[in-house]
């Protein structure tokens, strides 16, 4: 099987994460059946490089490949030859000889490209500045549980157009549902990604109208990783953007909140919105590990039919 990496979404096509999604559920539900005795990567090896703090996505990954039967290596800069100046390529080329997959969390999406490029086994993107497609498999995949299809459903994102509103962009796309995008003046996520997007993605200001009879609603924190100098900038340029349980209330009866974590309560949350019942936020973050499951399976086995 020719290697396959999973930078963006649309590395794969839709009827693969289709498949992706419907095999998550069932990785899952054999897990809560039979506990983890499915181990498909004995003695395969995940190479985990981390140039961006992390809880979920380490312990989703890590857990992942224990559970599969395989292993994974925490890497930093500080304990690579990455962090003293050795070039990408070089440290993808060792690495391809030696592990079985590779899972990047890193601040330049170009730098990952590279990696990729020099790679001969699987890359996958566990967040850049760009993107963040692995949270944007648990995030359908907990849509899916929810509400079934999400084919011609809509979504609101609110917050900034950073990455992982890039994200969602992408699987308004590949998913084939309606996206609302709500930021203020001055936050927009790139015209490129939204252009490529055509009619499935479209902005809006107002975020009364945004959430108006939307299936979900989203959001991220107003100040991402790197740009903590922002913060008190941003917070003034977001007042009037926070979800709350009342905005929550102009959506569909039936709508479901999600939140990537960690959430700023107080910021663009209410302090008690994932309290209600409608925020199914553990359960999101309970999936990475799930789609996770199923994109190591898939881009080291490929299909699974059972």
Not at 67 to 88: C, K, M, N, V, Y
Not at 203 to 226: E, K
Request: with cysteine.
């Amino acid at each position: 099987m020719a290697t396959r990496h999973f930078l963006t979404l649309l590395d794969l096509s839709p009827e693969e994460l289709g498949y992706l999604i419907q095999r998550a559920i069932t990785i899952k539900n054999g897990l809560k059946t039979h506990g983890p005795t499915y181990t498909p990567l004995n003695n395969r090896t995940l190479a985990m490089f981390f140039e961006k703090s992390s809880t979920r996505t380490r312990v989703s990954f890590e857990t992942a490949m224990a559970q599969f039967g395989g292993h994974a290596l925490f890497l930093s800069p500080r304990d690579t030859q990455l962090g003293r100046g050795e070039p990408i390529g070089d440290t993808a080329r060792v690495l391809s000889e030696m592990v079985d997959v590779v899972m990047i969390r890193t601040f330049s999406h170009e730098n990952l490209s590279e990696f990729a490029s020099a790679s001969s086994v699987p890359v996958i993107n566990a967040l850049t500045d760009d993107y963040h497609p692995c949270q944007l498999l648990a995030d359908i995949m907990t849509w899916t549980e929810r509400q079934g299809h999400v084919r011609g459903k809509t979504a609101t994102w609110i917050g900034d157009g950073n990455n992982m509103c890039h994200s969602w962009i992408n699987a308004a796309r590949q998913f084939a549902f309606q996206l609302r995008v709500c930021c203020p003046e001055g936050y927009d996520p790139d015209p490129a990604v939204v252009a490529a997007a055509g009619d499935r993605v479209s902005i809006v200001r107002d975020p009364q109208q945004a959430v108006d009879g939307a299936d979900l609603v989203t959001t991220d924190v107003w100040a991402s990783m790197g740009q903590e100098e922002e913060q008190a900038r941003r917070e003034a340029d977001f007042t009037g953007f926070q979800v709350t349980e009342r905005l929550l209330d102009k959506a569909a009866n039936d709508v479901i909140f999600l939140h990537c974590l960690p959430a700023h309560r107080g910021e663009e949350i209410s302090t008690t919105l994932l309290d209600d019942p409608r925020a199914v936020v553990w359960q999101e973050a309970g999936n990475r590990l799930h789609a996770q499951k199923a994109l190591l399976e898939f881009l080291l086995l490929g299909r699974i039919d059972n």
